[in-house]
């Protein structure tokens, strides 16, 4: 299969959340995403503004900041712009689509209100997607579906995942890709983006489990690398966003000639 160049592919590209990611990442040489899984706002802006020169996008777990405040999210705004990358809430919804609509504009987080990527579980069926796009189409927000999963003896396989790539096909004015651990449709308008990437360890003790960047995008050909720990808890967490960034382009370069 031929891959295609990231400015080449924005060509193929309908949905402009899919171009903008794209061409942030064709500048930037960057495919990879932060996931910023860290429980103080003030942790997270701080490694924000250290490696987001590095990244195409930014991953958060707002429900797990113990101090929130929509001034955090606001600076977090502020960092996206003057580093140029997306914020993707990983709330990873899962209800009717009734309540996913509510939790995703409303409570005390509103979502909606700032980032431009929400991850959603497919388990309700496809009323969560179009729930979730009655709130986000009008604020030129995204969507990703969680088709797999990197953790041991997921759930999320076969015809599950046939199911969210179908899905996504329906709602490809929303929906901009997949969470996924293969390469699940050639249609270049879904981004494929894979969590699980680490170098130095396989896996934790709580079920998670370790590709390598190079791997990831040459053996599963996907497009996004999420790598959370394995820069997080670096010594020099800034070195190592700099070698996931350059192990997880140069395989992507390889790819292309
Ligand atoms: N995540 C996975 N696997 C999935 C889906 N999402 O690990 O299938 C998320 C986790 C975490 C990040 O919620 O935020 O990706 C991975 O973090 P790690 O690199 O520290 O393991």
Redesign the pocket.
Same mark, same amino acid.
Do not use: A
């Given at each position: 299969t031929q891959v295609m160049s990231y400015s080449e592919r924005i060509t193929h590209c309908s949905h402009p959340l899919t171009r903008k990611l794209l061409s942030i990442m064709d500048k930037k040489k960057t495919n990879l995403c932060l @996931?910023a +899984?860290l429980t103080s706002s003030q942790a997270i802006l701080s490694i924000v503004d250290k490696v987001g020169g590095n990244v195409c996008m930014v991953?958060t777990?707002v429900d797990i900041v113990e101090d929130f405040s929509q001034d955090f999210v606001q600076k977090l705004v502020q960092l996206s712009e003057k580093h140029d990358f997306m914020i993707f809430e +990983?709330r990873k919804f899962g209800d009717i689509g009734h309540t996913v609509q509510q939790q995703y504009k409303g409570g005390m987080y509103k979502i909606a209100d700032w980032a431009d990527i929400v991850t959603t579980h497919v388990v309700p069926g496809s009323g969560v997607v179009r729930g979730l796009k009655e709130v986000g189409l009008s604020r030129q927000r995204g969507c990703v579906l969680?088709a797999?999963? @990197? @953790?041991t003896g997921t759930l999320a396989k076969g015809d599950y995942s046939k199911a969210a790539v179908r899905i996504a096909h329906e709602n490809k004015d929303f929906v901009i890709g997949f969470?996924c651990q293969s390469n699940l449709t050639k249609d270049p308008d879904l981004i494929h983006m894979t969590? /699980?990437?680490?170098l130095d360890v396989s896996g +934790?003790a709580l079920g998670?489990q370790y590709i390598s960047p190079s791997s990831a995008i040459r053996d599963l050909h996907t497009d996004i690398i999420?790598? /959370?720990? /394995?820069i997080?808890t670096a010594d020099n967490p800034v070195a190592m966003a700099e070698q996931y960034q350059e192990s997880g382009y140069h395989a992507y370069q390889e790819l292309l000639t």
């Open positions: @996931s +899984d991953k777990h +990983d969680v797999e999963m @990197s @953790s969470i969590p /699980g990437v680490r +934790d998670q999420i790598v /959370g720990r /394995g997080l």
